[in-house]
């Protein structure tokens, strides 16, 4: 069976519609094994507030979604055990560390990151030695 590790940007998806939500809950029915740091549900919530004050999102409709959230996943990892390398990459591409403990998590997990990231993709094209990320128009079933 297939793993792959979600980020935030795919989660959301599964909440809302942003016009590629179609394969984001593809990949969620799709029967593979999902992981993700326990660090998701913070983003989400972040992200949640920040479609709240466009009113996008109620405060409730935010709280069910966060609720909701981890039965997406077989395992939510811990951070902590993360962090060495995610600060390593984090320093080497000059990038935001929150992602970089998606990519530490793909590592360790020996498995793809999905993502819809693409300021993300594009930073880490062409660099070696990283996880295998997969955008998510080209993930497939």
């Not at 020996?110 to 930073?123: G, I, M, N, S, Y």
């Not at 094209?125 to 295998?132: A, F, I, K, M």
């Amino acid at each position: 069976m297939s793993r792959f590790i979600v980020d935030a940007s795919i989660a959301l998806k599964w909440f809302f519609d942003e016009g590629d939500e179609a394969q984001a809950e593809a990949l969620a029915a799709s029967g593979a094994t999902l992981l993700a740091p326990v660090l998701i549900q913070t983003e989400v919530a972040n992200a949640l507030w920040k479609k709240g004050r466009t009113g996008r999102v109620t405060v409730t409709e935010a709280i069910n979604i966060c609720a909701q959230l981890p039965a997406f996943f077989e395992r939510l990892f811990p951070v902590e055990p993360l962090l060495p390398e995610a600060v390593a990459l984090s320093f080497r591409l000059d990038h935001p560390i929150y992602d970089c403990i998606y990519l530490s998590l793909a590592h360790a997990a020996d498995c793809p990151l999905v993502t819809a990231d693409r300021r993300l993709v594009q930073k880490i094209s062409g660099e070696s030695g990283l996880p295998n990320i997969l955008p998510l128009d080209h993930w497939r079933p």
